[in-house]
C-alpha cells in the first residue's frame, strides 16, 4: 500500500480495507495498517517531546481563556435563551402576518367581484333604459 493512502485528512481505515482486500492478503493489510498506526504514534511522541514546552505553554493559555470566558458564560446563555425566544416569537408574528395577508388578498379579490358585479348591474340597467327607450317599452 503506498504511503500516499495514509496522508490523507480524510484517511478512512475501513475505505483502504475496501480498496486493498482483493489484492493483500488480510493478515499482510493488516499488518500495514498497525505498522503506519506505530509510526504515526511514534511521529506523534516525538513532536510532542520536542515541543513539549509549546503544548504546556498551549495549555495553560487555554486554562486562562477557560477562565476568563467563565463569567461570560451565564450572560450568553441568557442572551441565546432570550434570542430563542424572540425568534419564536417573530415567527409566530410573521405566520400571523402572512394569514393576515391571505385573508386580504381574498377580501380584495371578493371586493373586485362585488365591483365587477357593480358595474354589470350599471351597464344592464343602461342597456335595458336604452332598449325601453328604443323600442318603446
Not at 22 to 43: D, G, Y
Not at 83 to 111: N, P, S, V
Request: net charge positive; proline share 4%; aromatic share 6%.
Amino acid at each position: 500500500i503506498p504511503a500516499s493512502e495514509f496522508d490523507s485528512r480524510t484517511f478512512d481505515a475501513r475505505e483502504v480495507v475496501q480498496r486493498y482486500r482483493k489484492r493483500v492478503p488480510l493478515p499482510k493489510l493488516q499488518e500495514t495498517l498497525r505498522a503506519h498506526h506505530a509510526a504515526a504514534r511514534q511521529e506523534l511522541v516525538v513532536l510532542i517531546n520536542e515541543k513539549y514546552s509549546d503544548f504546556v505553554s498551549l495549555s495553560s493559555r487555554m486554562q486562562g481563556v477557560e477562565r476568563a470566558l467563565r463569567p461570560l458564560r451565564a450572560p450568553l446563555e441568557e442572551s441565546s435563551e432570550l434570542t430563542r425566544g424572540l425568534r419564536a416569537k417573530l415567527g409566530a408574528i410573521l405566520d400571523q402576518a402572512g394569514e393576515t395577508q391571505r385573508e386580504l388578498a381574498g377580501i380584495r379579490a371578493r371586493k373586485d367581484s362585488l365591483v365587477a358585479y357593480i358595474e354589470n348591474a350599471k351597464i344592464l340597467a343602461r342597456a335595458k333604459d336604452t332598449a325601453s327607450r328604443r323600442w318603446g317599452g
